[in-house]
Each structure stands twice: as C-alpha cells, then as structure tokens.
C-alpha cells in the first residue's frame, strides 16, 4: 500500500495532482476561511509530498547515499540522504505562503536553522569534522537566545536568573539537537517523534496562553509527515545530518520557548519536558552512562567519536525482533508520556505533585535502564 503510493507520487501524475492541490489550498484558503495554522500543517504537507521524491532522485545522482555498516547501521541497501532538504524548503515555502509576519525571535530561528541545513549538507557530502559542527550549534544558538528563544525556569527579573535561563538554554539547544540526531537510527523513527514532541509542546503552549508556537511547530510537523510517506519502512530516503540538524536545532529551540508552566512553578517547568522529550533525554543519559561504565568512553571526545548500537532504538529492536515495533513502541512511549504530563496538570497544580512526578520519572527511567542493559548490552557492545 505504502509503496504504491509513493510511486504514484514519484510519477509527473502524482506530481502534478499534489501541485494542484497546493496551489488551490494558496489560492483560496482566506477565502474559506480556513484557519492559517491549519494551512501550514496541510500545506507544509503537501510540499513535502513534492519535494521527497525529487530529493530521492537527486540525492542518487550526487552519490549522496548512506551505505550499510554493520557496526552502527541497521539498513542492509545503500539509501539516499537529503531527505532534510526537503524537510527544511516545505517547513520554509509553507511559511512563506502563509503570508504571515512571524516573531523577529521565529525569524532569527528560521535563518540560523537554514545554516544549520547547510553545515548538515555539507556534511552528508564531504563530511564536516564533528568540532566544526558544535561550533556552529554554539554560535547559532547564542545568535537564537540573543532574539529572545529561552527557557524560563530562573527569575527572569533578576540577572543571575536570566543569566542562568540563557546557559541553560545554551546547554539545552545544543544538547537536544545532537540527540535527536542520535535517535535517527530506524525507520520512520525520528520524523515521528520529532512530531509528537513538537505537538505536545504546541498543545502544552496552548493551554497555557501561547499560541505564537504554532506558527513553527504546524509546518514543522507537516514538513515531517510528508516525509514519513517516503521514511517509514522501508525507507526510500533518510534525513541525513542536513535533516537531522536542522530538525534538531528547530525542535530543541521550540521546546525551549514553550510556556511549560506559569511563572513560579519550576518544578512543573522541569517536569514537562523530563516527560515529553523523554526519549531524548533517556537516550542521551543512558548511552552516556553505560559507556563509561564499559569503558568505551574515557573522555568527550572519545563520547563525541563513539559509534555503536547502543541507543534505545537499538535495544528496543534486539528485544521485539522488529524494527517497526520498536518505532511504534517509542512512538506510544512519547506519547503517553507527554500525555501523562497534561493529566497530572489538569488533576493537580501543587508542588509536591511536580516533585513526587519528577522522582518517579528518574526512579522508572534508571530501572529502565538497568533493565535494557541487562537484556541488550552483549548485542549493543558485542560480548563484553
């Protein structure tokens, strides 16, 4: 079913339906009125759908291809990267054609993600050193906290506190957008959790009297699902680094700017993203841990240079057997995870609530942890 359609959409038949569409929905969306965060989730959608094959198609003829490694890989046939061009143009051209005037901070996001693209491409072609990259997270995200994308979990009117929420942030953007890289491992597996982070935290927003959030996070989600149409197995194209930065570096800067909670309440602050972008953080945390245990890891850059499957998706595969159950597995994980987090605000807004969750988040994900190592670390590591 799946295949079929991708290959009626990679044909000038697809090609030109879904342009006629796209062109309609730009033509009288004002018209109907039809809602202009709806236009840029379905939108964003549809140019992804025209984008992607192209993508597929001109990532071959480059020899831009990810090759199968038996060592960290799980895919068995050279695959075309670039996928995040396409990604990154209809998460742009869906804004563009919403004629709307975003945030100067959305602006400065939007440019300083365009060059995270273009070191990711870069890379997938000629192979960027891993210092040069960092470098270019750090400044990018200075540039973006400077415009006003920051976390609020200090005293913003006291500058120790707004110091610290700027560091923080600092930390949190670059941190985030090298995990979510790290998570782009199985098909299908990081365009989908990359949507149901940026849901939530648009849901979460919402709920808390923000709205502007949706303006990224609609087309990024749209962006993303057409192309989980060509990712999903098996996969005809992957991310690539250009992808996965550029997902990275929008999702962790759209985390940091949700209204996790209203001021005051840091423990909820905390809390929300400990659930809601757990399988960043857990992955992040374990491959960490574990690795300095086994003494893979003795230093950062042997950290930044260490490849292998030892990442939850990888475990998670050694222990259903399947590649697809344990997409939808971490998909249901993130899922009722984030979930969990809008059920406890809604029956509890004390303290000692946030307290008591965050000290069952840490207790659950450490046994977690423990667990999968004990059942997954002679595959993750081979027989140590």
């Not at 990679?10 to 090609?15: A, I, L, R, T, W």
């Not at 339906?17 to 009125?33: G, Q």
């Amino acid at each position: 079913m799946l295949e079929n359609i991708r290959n009626f959409l990679k044909n000038p038949k697809g090609f030109f339906i879904v342009f006629a569409l796209l062109f309609i929905l730009n033509s009288f969306w004002e018209l109907i009125p039809l809602k202009q965060t709806v236009f840029l989730l379905i939108s964003a959608f549809l140019l992804s759908l025209i984008l992607t094959p192209s993508m597929v198609e001109f990532s071959r003829v480059l020899g831009v291809v990810d090759k199968p490694d038996e060592e960290r890989k799980i895919h068995t046939t050279s695959t075309a990267l670039l996928g995040g061009v396409s990604v990154a143009l209809a998460f742009a051209g869906a804004i563009i054609l919403s004629k709307n005037s975003l945030p100067e901070k959305f602006k400065v996001l939007m440019i300083a993600g365009a060059l995270i693209a273009l070191v990711g491409m870069l890379d997938d072609i000629f192979k960027v050193p891993a210092k040069i990259r960092l470098l270019f997270q750090f400044f990018l995200s200075l540039w973006v906290i400077s415009a006003g994308i920051k976390l609020s979990l200090f005293p913003k009117n006291e500058i120790w506190g707004e110091k610290l929420n700027e560091l923080l942030t600092l930390i949190w953007i670059i941190g985030f957008t090298n995990a979510y890289n790290f998570i782009d491992g199985l098909d299908g597996l990081a365009g989908g959790i990359g949507i149901i982070i940026v849901m939530f935290c648009s849901a979460i927003s919402y709920l808390n009297g923000d709205t502007d959030i949706l303006l990224l996070s609609m087309p990024l989600s749209g962006a993303l699902l057409g192309f989980l149409v060509f990712n999903f197995k098996k996969a005809w194209i992957f991310l690539g680094d250009v992808g996965a930065q550029f997902c990275g570096f929008v999702i962790s800067s759209i985390s940091a700017d949700t209204s996790w909670s209203s001021p005051g309440n840091y423990f909820k602050a905390i809390t929300g993203p400990m659930l809601v972008l757990w399988v960043l953080i857990f992955d992040m945390t374990q491959i960490t841990i574990l690795r300095i245990k086994y003494g893979f890891v003795k230093s950062i850059a042997d950290w930044i240079s260490f490849t292998g499957k030892d990442h939850i998706h990888h475990r998670l595969l050694f222990l259903l057997e399947s590649d697809t159950k344990a997409v939808i597995a971490l998909y249901i994980i993130s899922s009722v995870l984030s979930l969990t987090f809008i059920a406890i605000d809604k029956l509890s807004s004390e303290k000692i609530t946030w307290i008591i969750a965050d000290i069952v988040i840490i207790v659950f994900s450490s046994i977690f942890m423990i667990f999968l190592d004990k059942k997954t670390s002679n595959k993750a590591y081979g027989k140590i």
